[in-house]
C-alpha cells in the first residue's frame, strides 16, 4: 500500500463522475514536457474505453537524482509515494491541464508543494494559499508590551 496523489478536475479525485483528463491530453502533454520520459505503460481496464487500454507512463527525473513515475488512470493522473519534488512537478502538470492537485487524504497541493485545504462544495478551483503575513511590528509589539 502507498500514498498517492492526483491531478484532476472532478470536485474530489476519488468522485467517479466529473470532468475527465482525457488520454489524449495525458498523451500531448507528454510530448511537450521534455522532462517527461516515457518508460513503458499499463494496461487497464477503463471503464469508459473499455478493457485492454494501453496507456503510456512517464518518468520525470528532477534535482538530485529525484524521480517520479507518473501515470494516468480512470481520467486521472497519478504519481505514487512522492518525494516532495515530485508533488511540485505534479502541480505544475496540473496547471498545464487546468487541473487540480490532491492526496489520497483529500489535502490539495499548492505551487510551493505544500498541503491546503478548501471547503467542498465550490465549483471553482481552489486558490493557492496565501502565506501568513506578519509585521516586524507587531511582533516587536507583542514582544516588548508594558
Not at 487500454?53 to 494516468?72: I, Q
Not at 493522473?77 to 496540473?94: F, L, T, Y
Not at 490539495?108 to 501568513?132: I, R, S, T, V
Request: glycine share 10%; hydrophobic share 35%.
Amino acid at each position: 500500500m502507498g500514498y498517492n496523489i492526483h491531478i484532476h478536475r472532478r470536485e474530489d479525485w476519488s468522485d467517479p463522475e466529473g470532468d475527465s483528463i482525457s488520454l489524449d491530453e495525458w498523451t500531448a502533454l507528454i510530448a511537450n514536457d521534455p522532462t517527461l520520459i516515457v518508460d513503458g505503460s499499463v494496461v487497464w481496464a477503463d471503464r469508459d474505453s473499455g478493457p485492454n487500454l494501453d496507456t503510456p507512463t512517464a518518468e520525470w527525473s528532477g534535482p538530485g537524482g529525484v524521480t517520479g513515475l507518473f501515470y494516468w488512470y480512470d481520467g486521472n493522473i497519478e504519481a505514487k509515494n512522492p518525494a516532495p519534488a515530485v508533488i511540485v512537478k505534479a502541480h505544475e502538470m496540473a496547471t498545464k491541464l487546468t487541473a487540480r492537485l490532491q492526496g489520497d487524504d483529500g489535502e490539495f497541493y499548492g505551487a510551493d508543494g505544500k498541503a491546503y485545504y478548501y471547503e467542498p462544495g465550490d465549483n471553482d478551483l481552489p486558490a493557492e494559499p496565501e502565506a501568513p503575513t506578519r509585521s516586524a511590528s507587531n511582533w516587536w509589539e507583542r514582544l516588548f508590551k508594558k
